[in-house]
C-alpha cells in the first residue's frame, strides 16, 4: 500500500526554466510534508516542507504548494540550475505519538545546461 | 557539526552469511533510525530508537534483522543469515528528539549474491 505516490520517476529541464516534481498522498492523517533531496552516494537531505495548516511555503528558489482536498502537492524550482540535478523524494507524517514520516518512491531530476 | 557516521559504505555477502552495520548519529540527537531503500523505492523504517529504547520496528523482519542502541548513542543494525532480497541501502537517520526532519547518513550499500 504506497500511501505516498510520485508518478514520474524521472524529469528533465533546461536550466533556468521551471521545474515542477508532484506528489499525492492517500493517508487523509497526513498532516506535515517534506521534499528531500538525494545526491548519489549520499543519504537524503531535508529541502523544504509545509504544514497543512498552510497551502504554500517558499525557501529561496524553492516552493510546495499542498492542495488538501486533493491530497497533492508538488515542488517548484525557479530558475532551476545544474546543481539542482537530484533524486527528490516526497514525505508525509502524521505528527502523531512518534511521528512516522513515510517516503514516496522518487522522482529523478536532471537539469540540462 | 558532524554528521551521521555509517559504516561500511559498501559490502558484499553471499545468502545465508552475517553482516552488521554501524551508526553513529550526530551529538546529542535522541531519536535514531534505520532504514532500508531498495532500488527504485523510498527509504522504509525499519526500526526507530528513542534514547535507547525502542519506539517502532513493526516493519523489522525480526527472524533476521536485528539492532541495538547501546547507551543511547551509536547503533548496530545485524542481518543473519541474509537473503538475496536484503540487497539494498541501509541508511541510518538522527533526529533531535521525535522531529519529523530526519538527518540522514551516506548509507550502507549491501549486495547479497
Known amino acids: 500500500d504506497q500511501q505516498v505516490k510520485q508518478n514520474s520517476p524521472s524529469l528533465s529541464v533546461q536550466e533556468g526554466r521551471i521545474s515542477i516534481l508532484n506528489c499525492d498522498y492517500t493517508?487523509?492523517?497526513?498532516?506535515?510534508f517534506l521534499w528531500y533531496k538525494k545526491y548519489p552516494a549520499e543519504g537524503p537531505t531535508f529541502l523544504i516542507s509545509?504544514?497543512?495548516?498552510?497551502d504554500k511555503n517558499e525557501d529561496g528558489r524553492f516552493t510546495v504548494f499542498l492542495n488538501k482536498s486533493a491530497k497533492h502537492l508538488s515542488l517548484h524550482i525557479v530558475p532551476s540550475q545544474p546543481g539542482d540535478s537530484a533524486v527528490y523524494f516526497c514525505a508525509a507524517s502524521d505528527r502523531g505519538g512518534y511521528q512516522k514520516v513515510t517516503f514516496g518512491t522518487g522522482t529523478k531530476l536532471q537539469v540540462i545546461p | 557539526e558532524a554528521g551521521v557516521a555509517q559504516s561500511p559504505r559498501y559490502k558484499i555477502i553471499e545468502k545465508r552469511q552475517s553482516v552488521a552495520f554501524w551508526c553513529n548519529p550526530i551529538s546529542g540527537h535522541a531519536t535514531l533510525y534505520w532504514y532500508q531503500q531498495i532500488l527504485g523505492q523510498g527509504p522504509k523504517l525499519l526500526i526507530q530508537f528513542q534514547n535507547n529504547g525502542v519506539v517502532d520496528d513493526s516493519q523489522l523482519p525480526k527472524d533476521r534483522f536485528s539492532a541495538e542502541r547501546l547507551k543511547g548513542v551509536d547503533s548496530t543494525l545485524k542481518i543473519q543469515p541474509a537473503k538475496l532480497e536484503d540487497s539494498a541501502v541501509y541508511l541510518c537517520a538522527s533526529s533531535r528528539g521525535a522531529d519529523t526532519v530526519r538527518y540522514f547518513g551516506a548509507g550502507t550499500r549491501l549486495s547479497v549474491l
Open positions: 493517508n487523509s492523517m497526513f498532516d506535515y
Open positions: 509545509i504544514s497543512s495548516i498552510k
